[in-house]
């Protein structure tokens, strides 16, 4: 006995297949329901509605009558005809369309608008009217296959898709998340479905790149008896990437880049559908920002329907001053302005703002604005960034304000910068993003590529003197092009700044033409005084020579009084021989009113005359 994996009702195995082809009508062992969670190996090709249906049912229900049986068929549940019980009362169509709910609120815009049918699929040929694949779905007969295309491009919607066309077994498994002993368990389900009902199981790997080889060969065995139809998804080269004999076994198709025109289409398509739950403002976005949307995408939809995601959520969002605060910061640092970095960095870690999201942004600021003028910047961002991820605030605020000095400090060089500007600005000139790479700089690692020439007349640096050789290494048309500058800033001069530094050179002559000018008086007012002090001087020696004259009458002539001594400007023998006598007078005879008295001190009277050591020598040795 076998349970039914339509009506779920219990038959001879020797008359299943006659019981499924008369619609579980006829030859019917037992009547009674056995719960779907008996043989959990039996599913229906559409998981979610026969769920549904199952779930609805109660395990202890009377016996399902053939015309029960007849609504729970799958052809009548993809016609979209709703269970009818036999009471009267009827359950919620399959098919209804219903309010999105919570699950479906949290889900992202790219899972809610996957397609439901392949002619919602835009932008692949295979699956279009006259596409291989699809041939191959209304034939029912789907090969194991290999599905290689870019991200978002497709692959796991038009596996899903196929899974529901046919009749047959639906598994989709992830290599991240799956092992080699859950596959074996799936085989061995599948293998005693198809013994048992005659349906296949469709296998899909999504990443299918992240199975090592080894964990590859679990495939081998079942795709090649037929006990499965494996459909394997990648983003990588799967003559690299999957065992040579798994894809023998499988047939390869390659999925197309998504034009800008199909990306724009999928956003008009979402933004349809969503304006119920998003309620976007529709003056922000419009077809213009599809269009930017599409072209920023670059052929990835999911990327494009996040993008939109957020455009419709941050449309009617309040702004605020966190872009503005961290803008400041960054162009004072650009501006070598250290106060202005502190001030705006102050103003962001009061305001709560994560101060990893500061050290991020500096690192940016590192290679941007600093550059090859200094790298050592770049290890000291990264070293704040780590600093703040493994301290935190408040203690990491020091470390922010190290990183945001010393980046306003250090010298600045957009050098690097503007030279992946320029190649970037190259790719969007017609023709030379796709120019082919030359052939004696590509990969040859099998003997075919090499064979092709891979590689073939290429120069391996290492082996020549200093590593120079004459090999070319742009594509033929960027040939002569450069796109790193010699300079590392720019060419432009601040007309502000020009005169600003003009009034400032005006000032400072200004002030050293008021110091000379002051010095030039002084010196003046100095040269003045002298000149009166001289000519005051020389009057004063006119008034005193008459009384000196008189003073002195009796005196030799050469004899002339200077301040309060006698100084001799010309000493004679007769004046020496006079100076004698007078002594003896006074040694022998005393004082005498007739002589001049001498002067108080000896020591005032200097003849300039003489040496300095004759003036030394008393008044004996004046020979």
Same mark, same amino acid.
Request: glycine share 6%.
């Given at each position: 006995?076998?349970?039914?994996?339509?009506?779920?009702?219990?038959?001879?195995?020797?008359?299943?297949?006659?019981?499924?082809?008369?619609?579980?009508?006829?030859?019917?062992?037992?009547?009674?329901?056995?719960?779907?969670?008996?043989?959990?190996?039996?599913?229906?090709?559409?998981?979610?509605?026969?769920?549904?249906?199952?779930?609805?049912?109660?395990?202890?229900?009377?016996?399902?009558?053939?015309?029960?049986?007849?609504?729970?068929?799958?052809?009548?549940?993809?016609?979209?005809?709703?269970?009818?019980?036999?009471?009267?009362?009827?359950?919620?169509?399959?098919?209804?369309?219903?309010?999105?709910?919570?699950?479906?609120?949290?889900?992202?815009?790219?899972?809610?608008?996957?397609?439901?049918?392949?002619?919602?699929?835009?932008?692949?040929?295979?699956?279009?009217?006259?596409?291989?694949?699809?041939?191959?779905?209304?034939?029912?007969?789907?090969?194991?296959?290999?599905?290689?295309?870019?991200?978002?491009?497709?692959?796991?919607?038009?596996?899903?898709?196929?899974?529901?066309?046919?009749?047959?077994?639906?598994?989709?498994?992830?290599?991240?998340?799956?092992?080699?002993?859950?596959?074996?368990?799936?085989?061995?389900?599948?293998? *005693?479905?198809?013994?048992?009902?005659?349906?296949?199981?469709?296998?899909?790997?999504?990443?299918?790149?992240?199975?090592?080889?080894?964990?590859?060969?679990?495939?081998?065995?079942?795709?090649?008896?037929?006990?499965?139809?494996?459909?394997?998804?990648?983003?990588?080269?799967?003559?690299?990437?999957?065992?040579?004999?798994?894809?023998?076994?499988?047939?390869?198709?390659?999925?197309?880049?998504?034009?800008?025109?199909?990306?724009?289409?999928i956003l008009q398509r979402a933004l349809a559908k969503s304006k119920e739950l998003y309620k976007p403002n529709l003056d922000l976005?419009?077809?213009?920002?599809?269009?930017?949307?599409?072209?920023? *995408?670059?052929?990835?939809?999911?990327?494009?329907?996040?993008?939109?995601?957020?455009?419709?959520?941050?449309?009617?969002?309040?702004?605020?001053?966190?872009?503005?605060?961290?803008?400041?910061?960054?162009?004072?640092?650009?501006?070598?302005?250290?106060?202005?970095?502190?001030?705006?960095?102050?103003?962001?870690?009061?305001?709560?703002?994560?101060?990893?999201?500061?050290?991020?942004?500096?690192?940016?600021?590192?290679?941007?604005?600093?550059?090859?003028?200094?790298?050592?910047?770049?290890?000291?961002?990264?070293?704040?960034?780590?600093?703040?991820?493994?301290?935190?605030?408040?203690?990491?605020?020091?470390?922010?304000?190290?990183?945001?000095?010393?980046?306003?400090?250090?010298?600045?060089?957009?050098?690097?910068?503007?030279?992946?500007?320029?190649?970037?600005?190259?790719?969007?000139?017609?023709?030379?993003?796709?120019?082919?790479?030359?052939?004696?700089?590509?990969?040859?690692?099998?003997?075919?590529?090499?064979?092709?020439?891979?590689?073939?007349?290429?120069?391996?640096?290492?082996?020549?003197?200093?590593?120079?050789?004459?090999?070319?290494?742009?594509?033929?048309?960027?040939?002569?092009?450069?796109?790193?500058?010699?300079?590392?800033?720019?060419?432009?001069?601040?007309?502000?700044?020009?005169?600003?530094?003009?009034?400032?050179?005006?000032?400072?002559?200004?002030?050293?033409?008021?110091?000379?000018?002051?010095?030039?008086?002084?010196?003046?007012?100095?040269?003045?005084?002298?000149?009166?002090?001289?000519?005051?001087?020389?009057?004063?020696?006119?008034?005193?020579?008459?009384?000196?004259?008189?003073?002195?009458a009796g005196l030799p002539k050469n004899e002339i009084r200077e301040s309060d001594g006698v100084v001799k400007s010309e000493q004679?023998?007769?004046?020496?021989?006079?100076?004698?006598?007078?002594?003896?007078?006074?040694?022998?005879?005393g004082p005498s009113s007739s002589l001049s008295e001498p002067p108080e001190d000896d020591d005032d009277i200097a003849d300039t005359?003489?040496?300095?050591?004759?003036?030394?020598?008393?008044?004996?040795?004046?020979?």
């Amino acid at each position: 006995m076998v349970v039914c994996p339509i009506c779920g009702k219990v038959v001879k195995e020797t008359f299943i297949n006659q019981h499924l082809d008369s619609g579980c009508t006829g030859d019917v062992e037992s009547e009674a329901v056995v719960p779907s969670s008996t043989a959990p190996i039996f599913r229906t090709p559409a998981p979610k509605r026969g769920t549904f249906f199952a779930s609805s049912q109660p395990v202890s229900a009377p016996t399902d009558t053939p015309t029960q049986a007849r609504k729970r068929f799958f052809a009548d549940v993809e016609d979209g005809k709703a269970e009818v019980r036999e009471n009267g009362s009827s359950s919620t169509p399959a098919l209804k369309k219903s309010k999105p709910n919570g699950a479906e609120r949290a889900a992202p815009l790219a899972e809610r608008m996957r397609p439901k049918t392949l002619d919602e699929v835009y932008g692949q040929d295979l699956v279009g009217p006259d596409g291989v694949l699809r041939g191959l779905i209304e034939q029912d007969r789907i090969p194991s296959m290999i599905i290689w295309g870019l991200p978002g491009n497709g692959k796991t919607t038009i596996a899903r898709l196929v899974a529901q066309k046919v009749n047959a077994r639906f598994v989709e498994i992830n290599s991240t998340s799956s092992g080699v002993a859950e596959c074996k368990k799936i085989f061995a389900e599948a293998k *005693a479905e198809l013994s048992l009902t005659g349906r296949k199981t469709i296998i899909f790997c999504d990443e299918i790149h992240r199975f090592s080889k080894s964990q590859q060969d679990v495939f081998l065995g079942p795709v090649e008896a037929g006990h499965v139809t494996l459909i394997g998804a990648t983003t990588e080269n799967p003559s690299f990437k999957v065992q040579n004999a798994l894809l023998s076994r499988c047939r390869t198709f390659t999925l197309a880049k998504l034009t800008d025109a199909d990306v724009a289409t999928i956003l008009q398509r979402a933004l349809a559908k969503s304006k119920e739950l998003y309620k976007p403002n529709l003056d922000l976005v419009n077809g213009a920002l599809l269009d930017y949307l599409a072209s920023f *995408a670059d052929g990835d939809a999911r990327t494009a329907l996040n993008l939109l995601e957020l455009a419709m959520d941050i449309s009617t969002r309040p702004g605020d001053q966190h872009y503005d605060t961290i803008s400041a910061l960054h162009k004072s640092i650009r501006g070598s302005n250290p106060d202005a970095a502190l001030y705006y960095l102050a103003r962001m870690i009061q305001s709560g703002e994560d101060a990893l999201y500061i050290a991020r942004r500096m690192v940016v600021m590192a290679s941007e604005d600093i550059g090859l003028a200094d790298n050592t910047m770049l290890s000291l961002a990264t070293a704040t960034y780590s600093a703040c991820e493994k301290i935190g605030l408040p203690e990491c605020r020091i470390n922010l304000a190290h990183c945001a000095v010393a980046l306003s400090l250090a010298p600045k060089s957009t050098r690097a910068y503007r030279g992946l500007n320029n190649a970037m600005s190259a790719l969007k000139e017609p023709g030379l993003a796709g120019l082919p790479i030359p052939i004696h700089l590509r990969n040859a690692p099998t003997r075919l590529m090499k064979e092709m020439g891979y590689g073939k007349e290429y120069k391996y640096n290492p082996k020549y003197v200093d590593g120079r050789v004459k090999q070319d290494y742009l594509p033929d048309q960027l040939l002569g092009r450069t796109f790193l500058e010699d300079r590392d800033l720019g060419t432009q001069i601040d007309p502000d700044l020009l005169e600003h530094e003009q009034h400032s050179n005006s000032e400072e002559m200004f002030q050293d033409t008021s110091v000379e000018k002051d010095t030039v008086m002084q010196v003046a007012e100095d040269k003045v005084e002298t000149k009166e002090v001289k000519q005051d001087s020389q009057d004063g020696e006119k008034e005193a020579k008459p009384l000196l004259e008189e003073e002195h009458a009796g005196l030799p002539k050469n004899e002339i009084r200077e301040s309060d001594g006698v100084v001799k400007s010309e000493q004679s023998s007769d004046l020496k021989q006079s100076e004698r006598e007078t002594s003896n007078v006074l040694q022998n005879d005393g004082p005498s009113s007739s002589l001049s008295e001498p002067p108080e001190d000896d020591d005032d009277i200097a003849d300039t005359s003489l040496p300095l050591s004759s003036q030394t020598k008393p008044p004996e040795e004046w020979e």
